[in-house]
């Protein structure tokens, strides 16, 4: 796995060799994703919440393009020392890493991002209540986006403040944004 632009663009990253719960972001869906980001909007100096971090690869990814308050959510605690780890090799300052469930999380947050990501376990079966636990929580700042990764079996056209499905294949992104803030 390898961070792929930015300050640290081009730096590997290595995993622990078994993560039972734990599926990354491949690195051409990954660059899809950022590709598309950066040609809608500036990363820097964004506020950004990673929703099952797992690696911490898309955190990493936006840290190294200049976001500079990053919050992770994951409850693995192998993936939590790997996430915290790396971010000491890095020397990252501004990341907050959060051992929780992300239902629960989301259900007593009161913050809101420019930027959330949520890469969730493509067999979770409550993948469905992500876009709407977003949207009624109202954790979208004006002109945030929010980035579900999901298979082609998943669809979130009809969900509200969704905007564009970008496919990679076997992963697919849906890109919802809060125009009306």
Do not use: C
């Amino acid at each position: 796995m390898r961070i792929i632009g930015g300050d640290w663009g081009g730096r590997k990253i290595h995993p622990p060799a078994k993560m039972p719960y734990t599926r990354p972001t491949t690195d051409i869906a990954k660059e899809g994703l950022f590709n598309i980001l950066q040609s809608n909007r500036e990363i820097e100096g964004l506020k950004t919440l990673d929703l099952f971090g797992g690696t911490g690869s898309i955190s990493f990814e936006l840290a190294s393009r200049g976001a500079i308050d990053l919050t992770i959510v994951e409850i693995d605690s192998q993936m939590l020392d790997f996430i915290r780890k790396t971010a000491e090799i890095l020397q990252l300052k501004y990341l907050k890493v959060v051992p929780s469930d992300v239902f629960k999380f989301l259900k007593n947050n009161k913050d809101q991002y420019d930027f959330i990501f949520a890469g969730p376990p493509y067999a979770l079966e409550t993948i469905d209540q992500i876009p709407t636990l977003i949207v009624e929580g109202n954790y979208l700042k004006k002109n945030g986006w929010f980035v579900l990764e999901h298979t082609p079996r998943n669809r979130y056209k009809d969900f509200p403040l969704f905007v564009s499905e970008r496919n990679y294949g076997t992963t697919l992104f849906s890109i919802f944004i809060n125009k009306a803030g």
